[in-house]
Protein backbone atom coordinates (compact mmCIF):
# COMPACT_ATOMS: atom_id res chain seq x y z
CA UNK A 1 0.00 0.00 0.00
CA UNK A 2 1.07 4.06 -0.58
CA UNK A 3 4.10 4.63 1.84
CA UNK A 4 5.26 7.77 3.11
CA UNK A 5 9.13 8.22 4.47
CA UNK A 6 9.88 10.71 6.22
CA UNK A 7 13.67 11.93 7.78
CA UNK A 8 14.93 12.77 9.55
CA UNK A 9 13.09 11.98 12.71
CA UNK A 10 14.64 14.57 15.11
CA UNK A 11 16.25 18.13 14.14
CA UNK A 12 18.04 20.31 16.05
CA UNK A 13 19.51 23.37 14.71
CA UNK A 14 20.59 26.75 16.17
CA UNK A 15 18.24 29.88 15.92
CA UNK A 16 18.30 31.83 12.95
CA UNK A 17 19.54 28.10 10.95
CA UNK A 18 17.61 26.51 8.13
CA UNK A 19 15.99 23.23 8.40
CA UNK A 20 15.14 20.87 5.73
CA UNK A 21 12.63 17.90 6.18
CA UNK A 22 12.22 14.93 3.47
CA UNK A 23 10.08 12.66 2.43
CA UNK A 24 9.57 10.01 0.45
CA UNK A 25 6.15 8.67 -1.40
CA UNK A 26 5.17 5.99 -2.82
CA UNK A 27 1.56 5.91 -4.52
CA UNK A 28 2.69 7.63 -7.82
CA UNK A 29 -1.07 8.58 -8.29
CA UNK A 30 -0.71 10.98 -5.56
CA UNK A 31 -1.23 14.43 -6.17
CA UNK A 32 -1.24 16.34 -2.89
CA UNK A 33 1.13 16.70 0.15
CA UNK A 34 0.60 19.16 3.11
CA UNK A 35 2.60 19.52 5.39
CA UNK A 36 0.89 19.93 9.46
CA UNK A 37 2.83 21.31 12.41
CA UNK A 38 1.92 19.78 15.95
CA UNK A 39 3.13 22.13 18.82
CA UNK A 40 3.35 19.87 22.54
CA UNK A 41 -0.02 19.44 23.67
CA UNK A 42 -2.10 20.71 20.53
CA UNK A 43 -3.98 19.44 17.24
CA UNK A 44 -1.97 19.29 14.12
CA UNK A 45 -1.97 22.20 11.83
CA UNK A 46 -1.41 22.84 8.07
CA UNK A 47 1.36 25.39 7.62
CA UNK A 48 1.44 24.91 3.75
CA UNK A 49 0.84 22.14 1.12
CA UNK A 50 1.37 21.47 -2.68
CA UNK A 51 -0.18 19.91 -5.42
CA UNK A 52 1.22 18.11 -8.18
CA UNK A 53 1.08 20.23 -11.11
CA UNK A 54 3.80 22.97 -8.77
CA UNK A 55 7.35 22.62 -8.15
CA UNK A 56 7.92 24.96 -5.65
CA UNK A 57 5.55 26.77 -3.13
CA UNK A 58 6.54 29.60 -0.56
CA UNK A 59 5.29 31.35 2.29
CA UNK A 60 7.10 33.44 4.13
CA UNK A 61 10.21 31.58 6.04
CA UNK A 62 9.26 28.36 5.07
CA UNK A 63 8.75 26.53 1.39
CA UNK A 64 8.20 23.29 -0.12
CA UNK A 65 9.44 21.46 -3.44
CA UNK A 66 8.38 18.63 -5.26
CA UNK A 67 9.55 16.23 -7.79
CA UNK A 68 7.53 14.00 -8.81
CA UNK A 69 9.46 11.96 -10.78
CA UNK A 70 11.77 11.04 -7.69
CA UNK A 71 8.54 10.84 -5.46
CA UNK A 72 10.35 13.14 -3.25
CA UNK A 73 9.09 16.34 -1.39
CA UNK A 74 10.81 18.55 1.44
CA UNK A 75 9.99 21.78 3.91
CA UNK A 76 12.06 24.10 4.03
CA UNK A 77 12.33 26.67 6.96
CA UNK A 78 14.70 29.54 6.96
CA UNK A 79 15.88 31.76 9.65
CA UNK A 80 14.76 29.48 12.45
CA UNK A 81 13.06 30.72 15.62
CA UNK A 82 12.16 29.15 19.22
CA UNK A 83 8.94 29.14 18.31
CA UNK A 84 9.33 26.92 14.82
CA UNK A 85 10.37 24.24 17.43
CA UNK A 86 7.25 21.49 17.25
CA UNK A 87 6.67 18.18 15.08
CA UNK A 88 6.32 18.91 11.73
CA UNK A 89 4.56 15.69 9.31
CA UNK A 90 4.16 15.49 5.71
CA UNK A 91 1.31 13.81 4.24
CA UNK A 92 0.18 12.47 0.93
CA UNK A 93 -2.81 11.66 -1.01
CA UNK A 94 -3.99 8.62 -2.10
CA UNK A 95 -4.75 8.40 -5.77
CA UNK A 96 -7.63 7.83 -7.99
CA UNK A 97 -11.10 8.09 -6.05
CA UNK A 98 -9.44 8.10 -2.11
CA UNK A 99 -10.14 10.51 0.56
CA UNK A 100 -7.43 9.64 2.56
CA UNK A 101 -4.04 11.13 3.43
CA UNK A 102 -0.98 9.10 4.24
CA UNK A 103 1.30 10.52 6.93
CA UNK A 104 4.82 10.38 7.58
CA UNK A 105 6.50 9.38 11.35
CA UNK A 106 7.00 12.83 12.02
CA UNK A 107 10.25 14.90 12.63
CA UNK A 108 10.73 16.62 16.04
CA UNK A 109 12.42 19.97 15.26
CA UNK A 110 14.20 21.88 18.44
CA UNK A 111 15.30 25.25 17.20
CA UNK A 112 18.07 26.22 20.54
CA UNK A 113 17.83 30.33 21.13
CA UNK B 1 -17.16 27.92 12.37
CA UNK B 2 -15.51 26.47 16.20
CA UNK B 3 -13.57 23.97 14.12
CA UNK B 4 -13.68 20.05 14.54
CA UNK B 5 -15.22 19.20 17.78
CA UNK B 6 -14.05 15.99 20.26
CA UNK B 7 -15.34 14.93 23.87
CA UNK B 8 -14.37 14.11 26.14
CA UNK B 9 -10.22 15.80 26.23
CA UNK B 10 -9.04 13.58 28.73
CA UNK B 11 -10.64 9.55 29.48
CA UNK B 12 -8.89 7.92 32.17
CA UNK B 13 -10.54 4.00 32.09
CA UNK B 14 -9.81 0.55 33.65
CA UNK B 15 -9.12 -2.13 31.37
CA UNK B 16 -12.10 -4.19 30.23
CA UNK B 17 -14.48 -1.30 30.18
CA UNK B 18 -16.13 0.51 27.55
CA UNK B 19 -15.02 3.84 25.67
CA UNK B 20 -16.64 5.99 23.49
CA UNK B 21 -15.45 8.91 21.72
CA UNK B 22 -16.98 11.50 20.00
CA UNK B 23 -16.65 14.10 17.41
CA UNK B 24 -18.51 16.97 15.48
CA UNK B 25 -17.01 17.68 12.11
CA UNK B 26 -17.10 21.14 10.84
CA UNK B 27 -20.21 21.52 9.12
CA UNK B 28 -20.20 21.12 5.40
CA UNK B 29 -17.23 18.98 5.41
CA UNK B 30 -18.35 15.35 3.89
CA UNK B 31 -15.29 13.56 4.78
CA UNK B 32 -14.28 12.78 8.18
CA UNK B 33 -11.49 10.54 9.47
CA UNK B 34 -10.18 9.38 12.95
CA UNK B 35 -6.81 8.53 13.43
CA UNK B 36 -4.43 7.30 16.45
CA UNK B 37 -1.15 8.84 17.44
CA UNK B 38 1.51 7.03 19.77
CA UNK B 39 4.91 7.73 19.88
CA UNK B 40 6.05 4.22 18.23
CA UNK B 41 3.47 4.06 15.57
CA UNK B 42 2.82 8.35 14.73
CA UNK B 43 -0.04 9.13 13.30
CA UNK B 44 -2.83 6.25 12.14
CA UNK B 45 -5.47 6.14 9.84
CA UNK B 46 -8.37 4.43 11.85
CA UNK B 47 -11.38 4.76 9.52
CA UNK B 48 -12.36 7.77 7.16
CA UNK B 49 -16.25 8.47 6.32
CA UNK B 50 -17.72 9.81 3.11
CA UNK B 51 -20.83 11.58 3.82
CA UNK B 52 -21.50 9.63 6.33
CA UNK B 53 -20.80 6.39 4.79
CA UNK B 54 -17.68 4.12 6.19
CA UNK B 55 -14.93 4.25 3.44
CA UNK B 56 -12.25 2.50 4.57
CA UNK B 57 -11.98 0.59 8.35
CA UNK B 58 -8.58 -1.13 7.07
CA UNK B 59 -6.30 0.49 9.48
CA UNK B 60 -8.75 -0.28 12.65
CA UNK B 61 -6.95 -2.53 14.75
CA UNK B 62 -9.18 -5.31 16.18
CA UNK B 63 -12.90 -6.13 16.53
CA UNK B 64 -13.18 -4.52 19.79
CA UNK B 65 -12.79 -1.15 17.64
CA UNK B 66 -15.87 0.54 16.32
CA UNK B 67 -16.85 3.82 14.56
CA UNK B 68 -20.06 4.96 13.16
CA UNK B 69 -21.71 8.32 12.01
CA UNK B 70 -25.19 8.60 12.15
CA UNK B 71 -25.47 12.15 10.76
CA UNK B 72 -23.60 14.43 9.26
CA UNK B 73 -22.50 16.24 12.30
CA UNK B 74 -21.66 13.50 14.42
CA UNK B 75 -19.43 10.50 15.01
CA UNK B 76 -18.27 8.05 17.54
CA UNK B 77 -15.41 5.74 17.52
CA UNK B 78 -15.90 3.06 20.44
CA UNK B 79 -13.73 0.69 21.68
CA UNK B 80 -14.88 -2.44 24.17
CA UNK B 81 -13.62 -4.00 26.01
CA UNK B 82 -10.33 -1.51 26.29
CA UNK B 83 -6.72 -2.69 26.85
CA UNK B 84 -3.87 -0.90 28.40
CA UNK B 85 -2.35 -0.61 24.88
CA UNK B 86 -5.05 1.13 23.57
CA UNK B 87 -3.69 4.60 25.50
CA UNK B 88 -3.09 6.92 22.90
CA UNK B 89 -4.23 10.08 21.51
CA UNK B 90 -7.13 10.37 19.39
CA UNK B 91 -7.60 12.70 16.48
CA UNK B 92 -11.05 13.14 14.54
CA UNK B 93 -10.78 15.55 11.48
CA UNK B 94 -12.42 16.30 8.84
CA UNK B 95 -12.22 18.04 5.30
CA UNK B 96 -13.83 19.18 2.31
CA UNK B 97 -13.34 16.54 -1.06
CA UNK B 98 -11.40 14.17 1.31
CA UNK B 99 -7.80 13.43 0.64
CA UNK B 100 -7.03 16.30 -2.09
CA UNK B 101 -7.76 18.87 1.06
CA UNK B 102 -7.34 20.21 3.87
CA UNK B 103 -8.11 17.87 6.78
CA UNK B 104 -8.72 20.09 9.81
CA UNK B 105 -8.23 18.53 13.24
CA UNK B 106 -10.01 18.05 16.84
CA UNK B 107 -8.22 18.87 19.94
CA UNK B 108 -7.81 15.13 20.58
CA UNK B 109 -8.81 13.20 22.69
CA UNK B 110 -5.86 11.85 25.89
CA UNK B 111 -6.80 8.00 26.36
CA UNK B 112 -5.50 6.22 29.34
CA UNK B 113 -6.71 2.57 29.74
CA UNK B 114 -5.44 1.59 33.34
Known amino acids: GENVEQHPSTLSVQEGDSAVIKCTYS??????FPWYKQELGKRPQLIIDIRSNVGEKKDQRIAVTLNKTAKHFSLHITETQPEDSAVYFC????????????FGKGTKLSVKP | DAGVIQSPRHEVTEMGQEVTLRCKPISGHDYLFWYRQTMMRGLELLIY????????DSGMPEDRFSAKMPNASFSTLKIQPSEPRDSAVYFC????????????FGQGTRLTVV
Open chain 2, 49 to 56: FNNNVPID
Open chain 1, 27 to 32: DSASNY
Open chain 1, 91 to 102: AASLGGSQGNLI
Open chain 2, 93 to 104: ASSFQGGNTEAF
